[in-house]
Protein backbone atom coordinates (compact mmCIF):
# COMPACT_ATOMS: atom_id res chain seq x y z
CA UNK A 1 0.00 0.00 0.00
CA UNK A 2 2.84 2.27 0.73
CA UNK A 3 4.39 2.12 -2.65
CA UNK A 4 0.67 3.27 -4.02
CA UNK A 5 1.06 5.83 -2.14
CA UNK A 6 4.49 6.83 -3.36
CA UNK A 7 3.11 6.86 -6.87
CA UNK A 8 0.63 9.15 -6.32
CA UNK A 9 2.54 11.85 -4.52
CA UNK A 10 6.45 11.40 -3.98
CA UNK A 11 6.00 13.20 -0.90
CA UNK A 12 2.62 11.35 0.52
CA UNK A 13 4.86 8.77 2.57
CA UNK A 14 7.08 10.84 4.27
CA UNK A 15 3.28 13.03 5.63
CA UNK A 16 2.21 9.76 6.59
CA UNK A 17 5.03 9.05 8.08
CA UNK A 18 5.60 12.31 9.98
CA UNK A 19 0.99 12.09 11.03
CA UNK A 20 2.09 8.75 13.00
CA UNK A 21 5.06 10.01 14.55
CA UNK A 22 2.44 12.64 15.93
CA UNK A 23 0.04 10.35 16.66
CA UNK A 24 2.68 8.45 18.77
CA UNK A 25 4.17 11.64 20.53
CA UNK A 26 0.31 13.53 21.26
CA UNK A 27 -0.86 9.72 22.35
CA UNK A 28 -4.47 8.32 22.48
CA UNK A 29 -7.30 8.76 22.77
CA UNK A 30 -6.83 12.61 22.66
CA UNK A 31 -5.21 12.23 19.07
CA UNK A 32 -7.64 9.70 17.86
CA UNK A 33 -10.42 11.68 18.39
CA UNK A 34 -8.37 14.74 16.58
CA UNK A 35 -7.44 13.05 13.71
CA UNK A 36 -10.89 11.41 13.43
CA UNK A 37 -12.76 14.98 14.07
CA UNK A 38 -10.70 16.27 10.94
CA UNK A 39 -11.72 13.51 9.32
CA UNK A 40 -15.18 14.19 9.51
CA UNK A 41 -15.14 18.26 8.75
CA UNK A 42 -13.06 16.96 5.48
CA UNK A 43 -15.48 14.81 5.13
CA UNK A 44 -18.78 16.73 5.30
CA UNK A 45 -17.56 20.00 3.32
CA UNK A 46 -16.80 17.90 0.03
CA UNK A 47 -19.91 16.18 0.49
CA UNK A 48 -21.64 19.66 1.13
CA UNK A 49 -19.99 21.36 -1.42
CA UNK A 50 -21.09 18.03 -3.96
CA UNK A 51 -24.64 19.37 -2.75
CA UNK A 52 -26.09 22.45 -5.31
CA UNK A 53 -27.14 24.16 -1.50
CA UNK A 54 -24.43 22.91 -0.12
CA UNK A 55 -22.43 24.75 -2.10
CA UNK A 56 -24.66 27.99 -1.59
CA UNK A 57 -23.92 27.50 2.22
CA UNK A 58 -19.91 27.37 2.09
CA UNK A 59 -20.29 30.45 -0.43
CA UNK A 60 -21.58 32.53 2.74
CA UNK A 61 -18.39 31.27 3.85
CA UNK A 62 -15.94 32.68 1.80
CA UNK A 63 -16.02 36.12 3.05
CA UNK A 64 -14.39 34.72 5.98
CA UNK A 65 -12.16 32.59 4.10
CA UNK A 66 -11.14 35.09 2.29
CA UNK A 67 -10.06 37.01 5.29
CA UNK A 68 -8.70 33.75 7.14
CA UNK A 69 -5.39 35.75 8.77
CA UNK A 70 -7.26 38.67 10.13
CA UNK A 71 -10.01 36.34 11.64
CA UNK A 72 -7.77 33.96 13.12
CA UNK A 73 -5.77 36.57 14.87
CA UNK A 74 -8.78 38.24 15.95
CA UNK A 75 -9.96 35.32 17.37
CA UNK A 76 -7.08 34.99 19.31
CA UNK A 77 -7.09 38.84 20.41
CA UNK A 78 -10.53 37.90 22.13
CA UNK A 79 -10.34 34.53 23.27
CA UNK A 80 -6.13 34.67 24.96
CA UNK A 81 -7.05 37.12 27.31
CA UNK A 82 -10.58 36.04 28.02
CA UNK A 83 -10.00 32.21 28.77
CA UNK A 84 -6.43 32.21 29.51
CA UNK A 85 -4.63 32.71 33.32
CA UNK A 86 -3.02 35.35 32.08
CA UNK A 87 -6.38 37.46 31.30
CA UNK A 88 -9.46 36.67 32.61
CA UNK A 89 -8.43 33.52 33.11
CA UNK A 90 -12.53 31.98 32.34
CA UNK A 91 -11.77 28.62 31.65
CA UNK A 92 -11.62 27.78 35.03
CA UNK A 93 -15.39 28.88 35.39
CA UNK A 94 -16.65 28.79 31.40
CA UNK A 95 -17.80 24.70 31.10
CA UNK A 96 -17.26 23.62 27.10
CA UNK A 97 -21.04 24.73 26.38
CA UNK A 98 -20.36 28.56 27.15
CA UNK A 99 -16.66 28.22 25.15
CA UNK A 100 -18.43 26.84 22.25
CA UNK A 101 -20.87 29.41 22.71
CA UNK A 102 -18.70 32.25 23.02
CA UNK A 103 -16.56 30.67 19.94
CA UNK A 104 -19.48 31.09 17.83
CA UNK A 105 -20.57 34.50 19.28
CA UNK A 106 -16.78 35.40 17.88
CA UNK A 107 -17.03 34.01 14.45
CA UNK A 108 -20.62 35.80 13.88
CA UNK A 109 -18.85 38.97 14.45
CA UNK A 110 -16.48 37.74 12.28
CA UNK A 111 -18.20 36.78 9.41
CA UNK A 112 -20.56 40.09 9.93
CA UNK A 113 -16.98 42.18 9.46
CA UNK A 114 -15.51 40.55 7.28
CA UNK A 115 -18.61 40.26 4.60
CA UNK A 116 -18.91 44.14 5.08
CA UNK A 117 -15.31 44.80 4.65
CA UNK A 118 -15.09 42.68 1.56
CA UNK A 119 -17.90 44.75 0.18
CA UNK A 120 -15.52 47.58 0.47
CA UNK A 121 -12.12 45.85 -0.24
CA UNK A 122 -10.68 43.52 -2.44
CA UNK A 123 -8.68 42.81 0.88
CA UNK A 124 -9.08 41.94 4.78
CA UNK A 125 -6.27 44.21 6.77
CA UNK A 126 -4.04 41.49 7.64
CA UNK A 127 -4.22 40.44 4.02
CA UNK A 128 -3.42 43.43 2.59
CA UNK A 129 -0.44 44.00 5.10
CA UNK A 130 0.65 40.75 4.73
CA UNK A 131 0.62 41.59 0.97
CA UNK A 132 2.26 44.21 1.25
CA UNK A 133 5.05 43.54 3.25
CA UNK A 134 5.36 40.27 0.84
CA UNK A 135 6.00 42.60 -2.27
CA UNK A 136 7.83 45.01 -0.40
CA UNK A 137 5.61 48.13 -0.54
CA UNK A 138 2.95 50.07 1.23
CA UNK A 139 1.48 50.60 -2.30
CA UNK A 140 -0.41 47.91 -2.64
CA UNK A 141 -3.18 47.90 -5.11
CA UNK A 142 -6.56 47.37 -3.56
CA UNK A 143 -8.78 47.40 -6.09
CA UNK A 144 -12.57 47.85 -5.46
CA UNK A 145 -14.62 44.94 -5.87
CA UNK A 146 -16.86 44.45 -8.37
CA UNK A 147 -20.05 46.46 -9.09
CA UNK A 148 -22.54 43.53 -9.03
CA UNK A 149 -21.99 43.42 -5.30
CA UNK A 150 -20.11 40.24 -5.24
CA UNK A 151 -17.16 39.44 -3.14
CA UNK A 152 -16.29 35.97 -3.77
CA UNK A 153 -13.40 35.33 -6.01
CA UNK A 154 -15.57 32.52 -8.13
CA UNK A 155 -19.29 32.14 -9.03
CA UNK A 156 -21.40 30.58 -6.53
CA UNK A 157 -24.83 29.86 -7.90
CA UNK A 158 -27.49 31.81 -6.76
CA UNK A 159 -30.87 30.18 -5.18
CA UNK A 160 -32.66 30.84 -8.73
CA UNK A 161 -30.27 28.47 -10.31
CA UNK A 162 -32.42 25.56 -11.94
CA UNK A 163 -29.34 24.34 -13.62
CA UNK A 164 -27.46 22.77 -9.92
CA UNK A 165 -27.51 19.18 -10.09
CA UNK A 166 -29.27 17.41 -7.15
CA UNK A 167 -27.45 14.59 -5.32
CA UNK A 168 -29.67 11.34 -5.56
CA UNK A 169 -29.45 7.90 -3.74
Known amino acids: ASEDIGNADPQALLVADAAARAVDRVGLPECALNLAQAA ?5 FALLYGWARG ?3 LGLLAPYGRMSLTCYTTQALFGVPFFYGF ?3 MYRHVGSTMALGFGLGVFLLQWAFARWWLARHAYGPLEWLW ?8 QVHMPMP ?10 VPSLSDSSAS ?3 S
Not at 40 to 44: D, I, L, P
Not at 147 to 154: F, I, N
Request: hydrophobic share 40%.
Open 131 to 138: RAATLGSW
Open 87 to 89: GLG
Open 146 to 155: SSRGSTLPCP
Open 166 to 168: KIT
Open 40 to 44: VWAAS
Open 55 to 57: RRV
